[in-house]
């Protein structure tokens, strides 16, 4: 089965249909997007595509990036545009496999080919023990899903290059119709920003075992000193990382397949797998994922974000849009970088030169998604959409001060409605165990649409002026009473609702009459209300100023 050339991605047609095809039906304009039997299988599909352009089409600069996305190849471009590294999409064979061990791995002991799955055996997607054969196509990209967000696996099972469970963030296009060539592209960037310190760009082939580590003998990392740092890869390598070492046992008997149903002749049932694979070290940034590093300690490397427990959500979207390494450390993924800082100026300066091009969509999502994982163990699966704005470079930072003013206040109300919950709860809320976050999470939730009809308010205002400097007035008093109102109604709702003893009820009311204190600005410690209501420029006693309806 070659990876290039075989009909085996799933594809949603424009009328609906779901079609096998290659990867080069990406440029058919009837394809709109991709149709895998897991959410994650989704993410990695969308990763190896990326990937694969990357590669095989790497633009030289923007000019060359829009000339693609203005006008995309055909399906044949595309194949001729891959063919050259069909030898490095072998997923069998006697020769090289797509990231699998050169080495046969003869004499090791084989395991259920369900150790590919991240989630085997938690029920994320699959109940546990149902998983007993892959056909090839969901073995393949179980296996690049592995290679690609690796956890720790216990003694000499290597992370992934990105460190276990990454985030990815993509750039997606809002109109849900829209072409899968646009989709993909637009989180496609030009080869030089790919480059890290100490590399050099080399023309991608087949045969480059330090692009492809699968075509050249294994790195193992037994012994100290076998570090796998930037600048002894590639620079595309990241796309193609490969921690692990597998070998699929594919067997010559009719069977369904236990992901996606379909009936396969070959079948995988079992796995080789072998410690101690490449172990990678430094300052690796994937294109596809935010970072973050420490201000206070430039010469560590940036660690990537991954999922937590507490879910993602708009508190953290500031982190995943906005370049900040030296405030608050956040390095967001390189083509979501690249997208707001670079390729909506380049086409706006092409536009005012005169071209006839339409500008690129300003109101496109930002597509977040990844495993939250503790050690080996999955806890959960995000996939998140939020709008994704961009602004001239020059008021970006603007932008990322005004956003922060609304998201720290969200999080001083949050843990104050939290606080105040507790406290009508227990007698003695300062021993009281049990995990409260579910409190934050609701709060957020009904706060989420608010943060983001600010922030298209602030796309509006920054867009049409060059002078905005101070926090809009309008914008801030709408966001304080939106917090305001969502912040008493979950606190009433926790903390009032069915039936309470008398000394509950007392606890309780007192509990919100301190929360209305604080949230009026009136107690000793809601300075943080006060402070807002200063920056902001609107009064807290004055009459309420009239509510839009907020979307997301």
């Not at 602030?458 to 305001?484: G, N």
Request: with cysteine.
């Amino acid at each position: 089965m070659n990876l290039l050339n075989d009909p085996w991605l799933p594809f949603r047609t424009r009328d609906g249909a779901i079609d096998y095809r290659p990867p080069s039906a990406v440029a058919d304009p009837e394809i709109v997007d991709l149709a895998l039997p897991r959410a994650d299988f989704q993410g990695a599909a969308y990763q190896f595509l990326i990937g694969l352009l990357q590669t095989a089409l790497p633009p030289q600069d923007h000019g060359d990036w829009l000339d693609r996305f203005l006008e995309p190849p055909s399906v044949a471009d595309l194949e001729a545009a891959f063919a050259p590294f069909s030898d490095a999409f072998e997923l069998d064979g006697d020769g090289p496999r797509f990231m699998q061990d050169l080495d046969p791995l003869e004499g090791t002991d084989s395991s259920s080919v369900s150790g590919l799955l991240i989630d085997s055996p938690a029920t994320h997607f699959v109940k546990p023990g149902t998983v007993d054969a892959l056909c090839g196509k969901c073995s393949a990209l179980a296996l690049f899903n592995i290679q690609a967000n690796a956890p720790s696996g216990g003694r000499g099972h290597r992370v992934g290059l990105r460190g276990g469970g990454p985030l990815t963030t993509l750039v997606m296009p809002d109109h849900p119709e829209e072409k899968l060539w646009v989709r993909l592209w637009m989180n496609v960037t030009v080869s030089q920003k790919i480059i890290r310190p100490g590399q050099a760009w080399k023309k991608p082939s087949s045969d480059n075992a330090d692009l492809f580590f699968w075509m050249g003998p294994t790195r193992v990392s037994e012994n100290k000193g076998s570090e796998i740092f930037p600048e002894n890869t590639h620079p595309l390598h990241p796309f193609w990382s490969m921690p692990r070492r597998f070998r699929l046992i594919f067997e010559a008997e009719g069977r369904y397949c236990d992901i996606c149903g379909e009936m396969e002749s070959r079948t995988v049932r079992r796995i080789k797998s072998k410690n101690y694979g490449a172990n990678y070290d430094g300052p690796w940034l994937h294109p596809l994922t935010p970072y973050r590093r420490d201000p206070k300690k430039p010469n560590e490397p940036p660690l990537s974000i991954k999922g937590q427990p507490d879910g993602l959500g708009y508190q953290h979207w500031s982190n995943l849009v906005l370049h900040d390494a030296d405030g608050s450390g956040a390095l967001p993924a390189l083509v979501v970088q690249d997208y707001v800082s670079e390729k909506v100026r380049i086409v706006d300066e092409e536009r005012r030169f005169g071209e006839e091009i339409a500008a690129l969509p300003k109101h496109v999502r930002l597509w977040v998604f990844g495993y939250d994982l503790e050690k080996m163990k999955p806890r959960g699966w995000y996939n998140v959409e939020m709008p994704l704005v961009a602004v001239p470079p020059a008021q970006q930072e603007r932008l990322r001060a005004w956003v922060q003013q609304l998201t720290d206040l969200a999080r001083q109300v949050a843990w104050r409605v939290r606080t105040q919950v507790k406290n009508a709860w227990f007698d003695r809320p300062s021993e009281a165990k049990g995990d409260m976050s579910h409190i934050d999470l609701a709060f957020y939730d009904a706060t989420q649409g608010a943060f983001f009809h600010a922030l298209r308010n602030f796309q509006e205002i920054l867009s049409a002026a060059d002078d905005a400097s101070d926090l809009p007035s309008e914008v801030a008093e709408r966001w304080y009473l939106t917090l305001k109102r969502e912040g008493m109604a979950l606190f009433e709702e926790q903390a009032l609702s069915g039936a309470l003893e008398a000394a509950d009820l007392k606890r309780a009311t007192a509990a919100r009459r301190q929360l209305q204190g604080f949230l009026a600005g009136r107690s000793k410690d809601s300075k943080v209300i006060r402070q807002f209501a200063e920056i902001g420029g609107f009064s807290l006693t004055a009459e309420p100023a009239a509510t839009e309806e907020t979307v997301s």
